[in-house]
Nanobody
């Protein structure tokens, strides 16, 4: 059974940190490009950060640069998103997705509204509030 399971969300004060994890099972993880997306209330889903299957190819949305870091551990079938200096506008449901056909992190992050990705997780809520 194919599964993507996100964890690590929660309530944090502005300026705080969270580390999200996406754990995969049921498919050959190594060949997939992985992305983190978020959807804030009343807004469209947007690409946050994505990572290719090999060679450290990563993409980070401009508004997250300097604050978020994505990494993957193929031995553990996980992708993590370290989020620092969180702002109220980072609030939303964070999803991870996996796709084998997309081969670059940049494309993965920007094409999510156009293409149907292979697998999606159920999401984890992140709330940044004082």
């Amino acid at each position: 059974q194919v599964q993507l399971v996100e964890s690590g969300g929660g309530l944090v004060q502005p300026g705080g940190s969270l580390r999200l994890s996406c754990a995969a099972s049921g498919f050959t993880w190594d060949y997939y490009t992985i992305g983190w997306f978020r959807q804030a209330p009343g807004k469209e889903r947007e690409g946050v950060s994505c990572i290719g299957s090999y060679d450290g190819d990563t993409y980070l949305s401009d508004s997250m640069k300097g604050r978020f870091t994505i990494s993957r551990d193929n031995a553990k079938n996980t992708v993590s998103l370290q989020m620092n200096s969180l702002k109220p506008e980072d609030t939303g449901v964070y999803y991870c997705a996996a796709d084998r056909a997309i081969t670059t992190a940049h494309a993965m992050c920007i094409m999510n509204k156009i293409l149907k990705y292979d697998y999606w997780g159920q999401g984890t809520q992140v709330t940044v509030s004082s």
